[in-house]
């Protein structure tokens, strides 16, 4: 069974710029959901695709989007980086739209984003 | 809204030394309630988790239970190993959606 992979680890970005991150989510998820660790801090949620489709948001502006594939991989994208974007971003997979009461999710190591 | 709060770290203690993680939260429904662990240089994994009001979640000999009363969750592990090191997160999801709200995180270090 292969876990859930992201991919780059690190990089480092300017101002302005954008970037895009990348998650294959463990075999048999149809879930993936992102979230943002700041230095010293817990993950916040930003959003959550299911089936293609987003269906949970975070308090995360416009310029943070994503996308899933057919294959329930996953990108996120993010716009006119900030610095305060810099962070540990974690994908998360998991079966189903996440009924409350099953709620296990499967994390990636995360890409650590740093914006100068 | 739902939050969750949990004591901060770091916390330092000796191998087989008792342990309690403080966690209490703040929820508008009837949330799920989780300790999910990160060891060194790994992602987050579930700890143990708990369902419902006066669940105890256990598990590497970790236990938590749910007190709906003073909404709380607190870890607890009666001797400590040095391989327990991590950071320990609460969490909580309420409703449909699948959102997690997490602590901030609590730093153990056990030194033999």
């Known amino acids: 069974e292969t876990g859930v992979t992201q991919s780059p680890t690190h990089l480092i970005k300017t101002r302005g710029q954008q970037v895009t991150l990348r998650c294959s989510s463990q075999?048999?998820?149809?879930?993936v959901s992102w979230y943002q660790q700041a230095l010293g801090q817990g993950p916040q949620f930003i959003f959550q695709y299911y089936r293609e489709e987003e269906n949970g948001r975070g308090n995360f502006p416009p310029r943070f989007s994503g996308l899933q594939f057919p294959n329930y991989s996953s990108e996120l994208n993010v716009n006119a980086l900030e610095l305060d974007d810099s962070a540990l971003y974690l994908c998360?997979?998991?079966f189903g739209q996440g009924h409350p009461n099953t709620g296990e999710l499967f994390f990636g190591e995360g890409s650590r984003l740093t914006v100068l | 809204g739902n939050s969750v709060t949990q004591m901060e770290g770091p916390v330092t203690l000796s191998e087989e030394a008792f342990l309690t993680i403080n966690c209490t939260y703040t929820a508008t429904g009837y949330p799920s309630l989780f300790w999910y662990v990160q060891y060194p240089g790994e992602g987050l994994q579930l700890l143990l988790k708990a369902t419902k009001a006066d669940d105890k979640g256990s598990n590497k000999g970790f236990e938590a239970t749910y007190r709906k009363e003073t909404t709380s969750f607190h870890l607890e592990k009666g001797s400590v190993q040095v391989s327990d090191s991590a950071v320990y997160f609460c969490?909580?999801?309420?409703?449909?959606?699948?959102?997690?709200?997490f602590g901030t995180g609590t730093s153990l270090t056990v030194i033999p």
């Open positions: 998360a997979s998991s």
């Open positions: 969490a909580l999801i309420d409703g449909p959606g699948n959102q997690f709200y």
């Open positions: 075999s048999g998820h149809n879930t």
